[in-house]
């Protein structure tokens, strides 16, 4: 209870005085919290006001939910490798209050808050290889950013969740076996590296017919386990779906045509799938499917992080990542 009132202290004397309310997670009770579910039940509903959140080193098991009303949390860890946010739900399991774990509800951590940033941290699902879908994050929130952070897992790591949300993903790594980053919004991922662990499929976007965008790439490199040879760039989890890798290092776990249907259905017809200059073994041009697309130096023009992200209130990432 003392705890408490001390951090309620705290949020008041930052609110009057305009600072960045800050709060230390350190699992050997040298911060104001041991959890990090612990500082987030300490953000106010409704929050207005900048909260840093500092997680020290040391692997945190928990099921995180970030509520919809808490904004303007910036999450930071002290080490990227050393500081792991982690469970292992994964679909098909069941929940402490018996109802079925199905792939959207097995995320590790779920972000619905907006204005969210996290920075020099590992988000992980640790259900296993053989596990199934198993979320690291389910990231719903709108203007989302995540700086130099780690997304480890297997099947469906990443799950960009909302509709109608923005992210930006820089500096990033994104490690997994299938789809392990899908899902309907509006994702830029600049200078991130990619890794395949299984013949399986990068992305699964779910794009919807009015978005534009859907996920785009920008200077990053895709590697793989050195036996893969059958990895697609993508495929279509629903109609529409649009995802651009631009110069981008592509290896050579990549497969000639690139890009894969789902299941043979018809989502491939409406699939918005294109590549400008990549380079590497798994870049081939030539070889890649009928229907995906290679971009124009005029059409690359179109792809900027401004048009992509910036939407009616012209946000920029970039410049809020500073």
Not at 50 to 71: C, W
Not at 144 to 173: A, E
Not at 182 to 193: E, I, M, N, Q, R
Request: one cysteine or more; glycine letters at 8%; aromatic letters at 12%.
């Amino acid at each position: 209870m003392k705890r408490i009132l001390i951090i309620c202290l705290l949020f008041i004397t930052a609110t009057v005085f305009g600072q960045t309310k800050k709060i230390t997670v350190a699992q050997d009770g040298s911060g104001d919290f041991q959890t990090v579910q612990e500082a987030f039940n300490a953000v106010p509903l409704n929050n207005k006001k900048p909260v840093e959140i500092f997680v020290k080193k040391g692997i945190y098991k928990e099921r995180l939910v970030l509520d919809s009303t808490k904004n303007f949390v910036t999450l930071v860890g002290e080490d990227k490798d050393n500081t792991i946010l982690t469970y292992n739900n994964h679909a098909g399991m069941t929940s402490p209050d018996g109802k079925p774990i199905s792939t959207p509800s097995s995320a590790s951590f779920f972000i619905y808050a907006g204005d969210f940033k996290a920075k020099n941290i590992t988000f992980q699902n640790d259900a296993g290889f053989t596990a199934g879908q198993a979320v690291a994050v389910f990231a719903w929130g709108d203007k989302l950013i995540f700086d130099n952070c780690r997304f480890v897992g297997f099947q469906d790591v990443l799950y960009t969740s909302g509709p109608k949300s923005r992210q930006y993903y820089h500096k990033c790594y994104i490690e997994g076996t299938t789809d392990f980053i899908f899902g309907p919004s509006t994702c830029v991922f600049k200078d991130c590296l990619i890794h395949s662990k299984k013949n399986s499929h990068v992305t699964a976007a779910g794009t919807t017919q009015d978005s534009k965008f859907g996920y785009v790439f920008f200077d990053c490199k895709l590697t793989g386990d050195t036996s893969l040879h059958n990895v697609s760039l993508g495929r279509p989890w629903r109609p529409y779906a649009a995802v651009a890798y631009i110069r981008c290092e592509i290896g050579p776990h990549i497969k000639p045509e690139g890009w894969s249907n789902w299941n043979q259905t018809e989502s491939y017809k409406t699939a918005r799938y294109s590549e400008y200059k990549d380079t590497g073994p798994g870049a081939n041009p030539a070889t890649r499917v009928s229907w995906a697309h290679q971009l124009t130096d005029d059409e690359v023009k179109a792809y900027t992080i401004k048009n992509i992200l910036g939407g009616a209130d012209n946000w920029d990432p970039v410049k809020a990542n500073k």
